[in-house]
């Protein structure tokens, strides 16, 4: 069966602070590998990954995916309350369909 | 502006009742789906239309049907709700290439409770 596994779960950490969020997957049909942030509301999109070791940035936040290994890892630097949310990564299948981890919750502490 | 919307935002209605939520896109994008946050916050996929054609219909029961009347929006009806209905659902879209899809954009959700 498919499966997408966060790790942690919460993370409390203060600002300025780094911190390293891991995702790792099984599944049967691997297209892509995403990131989202969810707030209070709708996730919202942050990286696509579809090649091994190639990192996406986009200001503190960087992500790279590891398809020998099967994971990906989702950093941010110097955080910011406002990076507080839950963070889910997910596994796109040829058929589009997005298989989702549990999420990470982020709380960061002023 | 806005990318992804649905209507309603919230839904409160008693269990045995049907209701319908709708969803639009005004990003051009030809695959549309329904995703299902229960209270744990797990999303998981319920279905998927690509240019009104049915294309992901995962176990959920039948008392569920989407409808996709053109490739801008996607509807969902709930027949005979019940309280393990209650969840937020979230509506999204895509773009199809012939290599595969797109990242996914969501809809600000739609929080179904069912008493």
């Known amino acids: 069966e498919d499966k997408v596994v966060q790790s942690p779960l919460s993370l409390v950490v203060h600002e300025g602070d780094t911190v390293t969020l891991n995702c790792s997957y099984e599944v049967t049909n691997f297209r892509s590998l995403l990131w989202y942030k969810q707030e209070k509301k709708a996730p919202t999109f942050l990286f696509m990954l579809t090649s091994s070791g190639i990192e996406k940035k986009s200001g503190r936040l960087s992500s790279i995916l590891d398809k020998k290994e099967l994971f990906s890892i989702l950093n941010i630097t110097a955080t910011q309350t406002g990076d507080s949310a839950v963070y889910l990564c997910?596994?796109?299948?040829?058929?589009?369909?997005?298989?989702f981890g549990q999420g990470t919750t982020l709380q960061v502490k002023p | 502006d806005t990318a992804v919307s649905q209507t309603p935002k919230y839904l409160v209605t008693q269990m045995g009742n049907d209701k319908s939520i709708k969803c639009e896109q005004n990003l051009g994008h030809d695959t549309m789906y329904w995703y299902k946050q229960d209270s744990k916050k797990f999303l998981k996929i319920m279905f998927s239309?690509?240019?009104?054609?049915?294309?992901i219909n995962e176990t959920v029961p039948n008392r569920f049907s989407p409808k996709s009347p053109d490739k801008a929006h996607l509807n969902l009806h709930i027949n005979s709700l019940e309280l393990g209905d209650s969840a937020v659902y979230f509506c999204?879209?895509?773009?199809?290439?012939?290599?595969?899809?797109?990242?996914?954009?969501f809809g600000p959700g739609t929080r179904l409770t069912v008493t």
């Open positions: 997910a596994i796109s299948s040829n058929t589009g369909k997005l298989i």
């Open positions: 239309y690509n240019n009104k054609e049915l294309i």
């Open positions: 999204a879209s895509s773009h199809r290439s012939g290599t595969g899809f797109y990242e996914q954009y």
